[in-house]
């Protein structure tokens, strides 16, 4: 999904000021790395899907108070965050049945590896990618619901009241 | 050492909360429920589970953003303090009864710093050559205990579900075949028609 460079310019006037928007294009990418970082090393190193994902959420959610609510729906939208949950939702029940194939439920069947390396340790750095992603699009969607809709309906009422 | 620094820090926490109930601005009241949050999580870091530590910061401050954004901006009506014999009578006793069956509950526990190992000590010696992770917190979460993090996930993915449910606005029923697309919230234009229908 391309961005709009006018939502990222300073001179957008929906969300905060101008230095808020230049701090948040300089750090923004630093978050989002931050989150997969620990997503994927979540086997390795303290961490794991659901502090990356979190991580990830916040990441969303600062951009939505920067830079005013239509960049971050146009990334991830209600519609996108619902397919994206109900999807890792599926496969975290997909993955344990598949291991009835082998043996029996929640198997590891996936080869192991060698520890200490990124690509080890079977599926738990699969399962920590989904959890990831589910955490990010539900917490956000949560975010979204909380507070721009309520948001949005509290204005309208203020309105309403100013003209009275 | 550690035990006094955690006993700073739960006096630190008790205190915070105590303000987050008492005052009357409900900015500061959330700002103070962030204390109890940031204290759990240097406590988590104190006795060496950075994992928990990690988590618990990161929810705290994101919990921080909604509870700002989405209730300050929304008008509260205030609740009028009064005194309720009733209520304060039964809350000292069953707080009573709390504190008893704590003490004896807590008489039976093992000492601080020395848990029961007998299933924990059979993951940290084998954790390694059966699931290859080195996270021993992600060898258990996700491989031993796989189970209990399915659940979890139905927890989170249930909890979704209704938040978006009782946030809609209108029922599904209702909605011509054009809305049928959309599954959570409502456009701009479509809320501030309902709401004029709503005013009228």
């Known amino acids: ?164 | 050492m550690v035990e006094t620094f955690l006993l700073v820090l739960l006096i630190f926490m008790i205190i915070g909360s105590i303000i987050a109930i008492e005052t009357k601005n409900l900015l500061s009241s959330v700002i103070s429920c962030g204390i109890v949050g940031a204290g759990v999580s240097i406590a988590f870091l104190m006795l060496g589970a950075p994992d928990i530590a990690i988590t618990q910061v990161v929810v705290e401050i994101l919990i921080l953003v909604i509870l700002i954004r989405a209730t300050i901006t929304i008008d509260n009506t205030g609740i009028e303090a009064h005194w309720d014999t009733f209520s304060v009578v039964s809350s000292l006793i069953f707080f009573g009864l709390f504190l008893v069956f704590a003490f004896l509950a807590v008489q039976d526990l093992a000492p601080f710093g020395k848990p029961l190992m007998r299933v924990s000590q059979q993951y940290l010696e084998t954790g390694l050559q059966k699931t290859g992770a080195a996270n021993i917190v992600a060898s258990v979460v996700l491989d031993f205990r796989g189970y209990d993090t399915l659940g979890e996930a139905t927890v989170i993915f249930t909890s979704i579900v209704g938040a978006f449910v009782i946030l809609r606005r209108r029922g599904r029923k209702a909605r011509k075949e054009a809305d049928t697309e959309k599954v959570g919230i409502l456009t701009e234009e479509e809320i501030r028609e309902d709401y004029e229908e709503f005013r009228e």
């Open chain 1, 1 to 164: 999904m391309a961005t709009k460079p006018e939502l990222m310019s300073s001179e957008n006037p929906k969300g905060m000021t101008p230095v808020v928007k230049t701090v948040v294009r300089f750090v923004m990418g630093i978050i989002f790395m931050f989150g997969w970082y620990i997503i994927l090393y979540g086997h390795l190193t303290p961490g794991g899907g659901f502090a990356g994902g979190t991580i990830l959420a916040c990441g969303y959610v600062i951009l939505t108070l920067a830079f005013g609510k239509e960049l971050a729906l146009g990334k991830m939208g209600d519609m996108t965050a619902s397919i994206i949950d109900n999807t890792c939702a599926f496969l975290f029940v997909t993955i344990p049945l598949i291991g009835i194939a082998f043996g029996f439920f929640f198997l590891n069947f996936v080869p192991h590896g060698k520890p200490f390396n990124l690509v080890s340790a079977g599926f738990i750095p699969l399962y920590n990618i989904i959890i990831g992603l589910k955490v990010t699009s539900s917490l956000f969607a949560i975010f979204i619901a909380l507070a721009i809709f309520g948001r949005f309906v509290s204005t309208l009422v203020e309105e309403a009241e100013d003209e009275e």
